[in-house]
């Protein structure tokens, strides 16, 4: 069978398995809860005189909007990603698609694609919702381009990161243990300010929360502070995120290649 | 409940319910271990405070909400004269006792290593009340956020939903740790003060409120389990 006749077939239902997960929307309906409450005032703010001396461009107000966005969802992203591979080797899935034909490689590239873009539908809605206050707030249309770009700029390379890291490492950690542990890492290496007395990962070129793309596109200020503001910071930080990722995704690959060729 | 019962439900729990506890614990003292350039003794008794506070109290939400109600014979066992809640009690209880064990330990070892931090209401209390009454650190965190979590997998039948939303209200409550401290009435269900605000007027009462809360978590968790109709409800696309 065609290689690429098998990847869209598993994307396609992979996409559609996690859509229709009411895990997934319930989910996100709380985080929406909670990142209105949050940032709301911030995005009214925006409006406030005073907060002008920022002096922020249309660009940088997209992107601080995408990262004010995006330190919640990825949470959900990344745990509701983390059972799928367990859960295809508990309800045997996984031995009834080993005797079909298709190459295991694009059926990791499958589920890892179909996943990925169905757990980033409430994500992105929810980060239109933001950018759409935002526009009625600040009045200016010119904000909805920017934003679109901006997503996929700041939030989309740390989304292929963590969803990488999400849909592998269950594989060898108990899928509870590996969400705790996904929470302490989300916090220590995005939220945690640089200065706070613990070394940390946040505010290098490996924050998947996106600060480090934002201050080194559109200069703006990130958790703890300033860091090098320049173009190849941006760029160096999408790389690394997205070369991880891929790599990620080929050690998966061959795991379970080595998996499959032992049984 | 007979021993042999007791061994059976904890060789179905596995290894990994044992070991988490552990594991957050130390691994959490040995990355303190190795990255302690910079990092005082005031840091480090902050650090170890939190991870019993925090840390303990989150995994053992997380895993109570994977593993207490979570049944893959549960059609099979509720067809059985003893009744599906008396396991899943059973279960939630040796996840919580486990947990508190390894707590009481490590609070005791931080006690003689002296990287002890006291909420500033009972700097002055004599031991052993001082000790004990410290233990309100972890012991109603834990007791809340797994209580929490019981109650979210019994409602959501996700474990992934009730992980997610577990890790999500201990991030904003660490987040937000302020507006947690100036709100009054949040005071309830305000889990970290002693990480985020140890000289706090209100330690002890937020210490019993939150167990308060926790009891009605409890008692609605209580009430969940008697209803079979809702233990056999699956969530598509969940285990």
């Known amino acids: 069978m065609n290689s690429w006749k098998v990847l869209r077939g598993v994307l396609r239902y992979e996409f559609l398995m996690q859509i229709r997960r009411p895990a997934l929307w319930l989910a996100f309906l709380v985080f929406t809860l909670i990142d209105l409450r949050t940032v709301i005032g911030q995005v009214i703010e925006l409006r406030n005189p005073g907060f002008s001396h920022m002096q922020f461009s249309v660009w940088q107000t997209a992107a601080a909007l995408a990262i004010m966005t995006n330190w919640l969802a990825p949470l959900g992203i990344g745990i509701l990603i983390a059972d799928r591979l367990p859960r295809d080797r508990r309800t045997r899935a996984e031995e009834v698609l080993n005797s079909l034909p298709g190459t295991l490689k694009m059926r990791v590239l499958g589920k890892y694609l179909g996943t990925l873009l169905a757990s980033l539908v409430p994500s992105f809605l929810l980060y239109l919702l933001i950018v759409g206050l935002a526009v009625w707030q600040l009045g200016n249309l010119g904000l909805i381009p920017a934003a679109l770009l901006c997503y996929v700029l700041v939030v989309l390379p740390g989304m292929c990161f963590i969803a990488a890291f999400s849909l592998a490492l269950p594989i060898i950690i108990w899928v509870p243990l590996y969400q705790f542990l996904f929470f302490g890492y989300w916090f220590w290496g995005n939220l945690l300010a640089p200065g706070y007395g613990l070394p940390t990962l946040s505010g290098t070129i490996l924050t998947p929360i996106g600060s480090a793309i934002g201050v080194g596109f559109f200069g703006i200020p990130t958790f703890g502070g300033q860091e090098p503001s320049s173009t190849m910071y941006g760029v160096s930080s999408i790389v690394a995120l997205l070369g991880i990722a891929v790599l990620v995704l080929v050690v998966l690959y061959q795991f379970l290649r080595f998996e499959q060729a032992r049984q | ?239």
Do not use: C
Request: glycine share 6%; hydrophobic share 55%.
């Open chain 2, 1 to 239: 409940m007979s021993l042999d019962r007791l061994r059976y439900e904890l060789r179905l729990l596995g290894k990994p319910v044992f070991l988490t506890p552990l594991l957050v614990v130390s691994g959490f003292a040995l990355f303190m271990a190795l990255v302690n350039r910079g990092v005082t003794p005031y840091t480090m008794a902050r650090a170890l405070g939190a991870s019993l506070e925090m840390l303990l109290p989150m995994a053992a939400g997380v895993v109570v909400a994977t593993i207490a109600t979570h049944d893959r014979a549960i059609e099979l066992q509720l067809t059985m004269p003893r009744s599906y809640h008396r396991t899943a009690n059973a279960r939630f209880l040796f996840i919580l006792l486990w947990s508190a064990l390894i707590a009481l330990l490590t609070s005791a070892l931080l006690l003689t290593l002296n990287h002890w931090r006291l909420p500033t209401q009972i700097v002055h209390w004599g031991q052993p009340w001082q000790f004990l009454t410290w233990q309100l650190t972890w012991l109603s965190s834990m007791l809340w956020l797994v209580a929490f979590g019981l109650v979210l997998s019994l409602l959501l039948r996700s474990r992934s939903a009730s992980g997610a939303l577990i890790g999500v209200f201990a991030i904003m409550q660490v987040m937000f740790h302020s507006g947690f401290d100036e709100i009054v009435f949040l005071h309830p269900v305000y889990l970290f003060p002693l990480t985020f605000t140890p000289d706090a007027n209100y330690w002890l009462t937020n210490r019993v409120e939150l167990l308060g809360t926790a009891a009605v978590l409890l008692v609605l968790a209580w009430f969940l389990l008697r209803k079979s109709e809702l233990l056999l409800l699956h969530a598509p696309g969940e285990e």
